[in-house]
């Protein structure tokens, strides 16, 4: 009739070649490493302009928002929740103090693989024409 072991030692390597992929991530150490982002250390700049978690989940959205009030509605300042005002400039607050946009910016993005076109026409903080 059937050969037991034989089909049990095919499902065992069919299993191990199906998964193979996540293996090979596994024992590589990649699917395990998070982005690793360099933050600001200089002392006037340990806090960001809104919780480190909001902006984790939401700092597209203030972009976004930051881009509106400026653009479309004449504004010039952020009130933080941490009593702060900040400059809503692009360039020069967000990337004052992320300065080094692929040890930051970049590392989240290529791991989620989202590739944002802002820097299309802003500049990186090197050279400063819009800020
Ligand atoms: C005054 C300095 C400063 C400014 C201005 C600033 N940041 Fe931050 N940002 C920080 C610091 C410091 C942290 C880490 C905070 C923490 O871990 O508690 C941070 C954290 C973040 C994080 C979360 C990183 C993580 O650990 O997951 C994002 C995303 C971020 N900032 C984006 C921005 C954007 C976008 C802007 C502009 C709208 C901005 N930051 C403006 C200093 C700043
Ligand atoms: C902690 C990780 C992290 C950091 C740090 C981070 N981002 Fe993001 N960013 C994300 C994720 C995740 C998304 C995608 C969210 C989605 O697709 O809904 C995203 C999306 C965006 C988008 C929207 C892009 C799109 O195509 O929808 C912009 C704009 C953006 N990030 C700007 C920045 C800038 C500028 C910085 C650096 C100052 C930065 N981010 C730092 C994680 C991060
Ligand atoms: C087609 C060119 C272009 C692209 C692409 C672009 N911007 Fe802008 N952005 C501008 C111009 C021009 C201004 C107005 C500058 C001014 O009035 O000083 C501006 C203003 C802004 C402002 C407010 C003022 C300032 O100087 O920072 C924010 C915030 C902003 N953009 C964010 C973004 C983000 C985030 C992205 C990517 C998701 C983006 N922009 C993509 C051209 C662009």
């Not at 933050?39 to 006037?44: A, D, F, I, Y």
């Amino acid at each position: 009739m059937y050969d037991s072991g034989k089909i049990i030692a095919g499902l065992i390597i069919f299993a191990a070649l199906f998964t193979s992929p996540v293996w090979y991530d596994v024992l590589n150490g990649k699917a395990l490493q998070r982005p690793d982002l360099v933050l600001p250390s200089k002392e006037n700049q340990k806090e960001c302009v809104a919780a480190a978690e909001f902006m984790r989940r939401d700092h597209m959205r203030l972009l976004n928002d930051w881009r509106y009030e400026v653009v479309r509605k004449g504004e010039t300042y952020f009130s933080s929740d941490n009593g702060k005002e900040y400059e809503m400039r692009f360039t020069k607050t967000c990337l004052g103090c992320h300065p080094n946009t692929s040890q930051f910016c970049d590392q989240c993005h290529s791991y989620v693989g989202v590739t944002p076109y802002c820097w299309d026409c802003h500049n990186k903080p090197r050279n400063l024409s819009i800020q």
